[in-house]
């Protein structure tokens, strides 16, 4: 039978029972999609609960630290050899994280997964080190297996955990007991409270170390040459123009030869130190001096630095850090500092545009 040109704009007839295409298809409500309809003061208020549960847990669990934390502070201290941080799971990544610390406050330390250790990875331990082993429960296998080789060796052996009576704590020398934690997850399950107690035990540890060795700065920032870190610990004498870089002048010297050497010093710094006979800084000239100079219609050229430089600069010494000299430049309105050694001679240049360069 022929269709009708009505029939063919209609397109097929369609199969009973078949959705139109176009109509969206609607899928049955389900747990997760009524909680996301909760309200927000519900989710925020859970969130909450979630931040002080773990509060309260690092809280109880400074209120434990006694004689077994000096005692695991002795024993780190008095490692000959380097500090081996364990665990499975969760508090493996606590550890992985303990380990980084140490590392990077001048500790020694590496990080062993347990399960990869009793296949040959045991190799990177040593008669001498000394093994922090976290593990909530005290019982898990992959760190429980460890111990008897970890006693063959001849290492230190030091637990974090939540039953000091457990397998792993009492083999320990040392046990640093965080107490039965009831977890933030909703199911009473997810490591979250007991892990947030370990990373804190693990960083009071680690920062009390960096306390008694008296850790300084400067080697911080030899462990930390990139990124904001490291540049916030940099000193002047690492950025500072020294050398062919750095603009001396006699306060002497005639103003065109100050130029001069201002112009054909490396880099092209818009200052220049000036420094007496004994080579020692009693003033400096700027490109903002010279223009100043110019418009006020000073133009002999002849005349003694000394007669237009500015007296009595602010300056900073090699070993400040770069964040003080960059601060005592915003406060005084300059783009050049002198950086002056004990003797009060200016060993270098410190321009606003090094610092720049940095950030």
Do not use: W
């Amino acid at each position: 039978m022929a269709r009708s040109p009505r029939d063919i704009r209609r397109g097929p007839a369609r199969k009973a029972g078949r959705r139109p295409a176009d109509r969206p298809v609607r899928t049955p409500a389900t747990p997760a999609r009524n909680a996301l309809r909760a309200s927000q003061t519900d989710v925020l208020q859970f969130a909450r609960d979630v931040l002080a549960t773990e509060a309260r847990a690092i809280l109880a669990v400074s209120e434990r630290l006694g004689q077994s934390f000096q005692k695991a502070i002795d024993a780190l201290l008095s490692c000959d050899g380097q500090i081996v941080t364990t665990g499975m799971g969760k508090p493996g990544f606590i550890a992985q994280k303990l380990s980084a610390t140490l590392a990077s406050t001048g500790t020694r330390s590496i990080y062993l997964h347990p399960a990869e250790a009793v296949h040959g990875d045991l190799g990177r331990v040593a008669r001498g080190d000394v093994v922090i082993a976290l593990s909530n429960s005290g019982v898990t296998e992959e760190i429980v297996r460890l111990v008897p080789s970890l006693r063959r060796i001849g290492v230190t052996l030091i637990a974090i955990t939540g039953d000091p009576t457990s397998a792993l704590g009492r083999a320990a020398d040392v046990v640093l007991d965080i107490g039965r934690i009831d977890e933030a997850c909703p199911l009473g399950l997810v490591p979250t409270a007991s892990t947030a107690a370990l990373h804190a035990v693990g960083d009071a540890l680690a920062m009390t170390l960096v306390k008694l060795k008296q850790f300084s700065s400067a080697e911080y920032a030899v462990f930390h040459p990139g990124g904001k870190l490291g540049r916030s610990v940099m000193r002047v004498f690492e950025v500072m123009r020294a050398g062919e870089a750095n603009p001396l002048v006699r306060e002497t010297a005639p103003l065109h030869e100050v130029v001069v050497v201002m112009t054909n010093t490396p880099g092209r710094p818009g200052a220049a130190n000036v420094v007496d006979r004994h080579g020692k800084l009693v003033g400096i000239f700027t490109d903002g001096d010279l223009r100043r100079l110019v418009e006020r219609g000073r133009t002999d050229f002849s005349i003694p630095v000394k007669d237009v430089m500015g007296r009595h600069p602010r300056y900073v010494s090699p070993e400040e850090l770069v964040l003080t000299a960059a601060a005592r430049m915003r406060e005084a309105s300059v783009d050049q500092l002198p950086v002056v050694d004990a003797d009060g001679k200016p060993v270098g240049l410190l321009d606003v545009q090094d610092l720049l360069k940095l950030q």
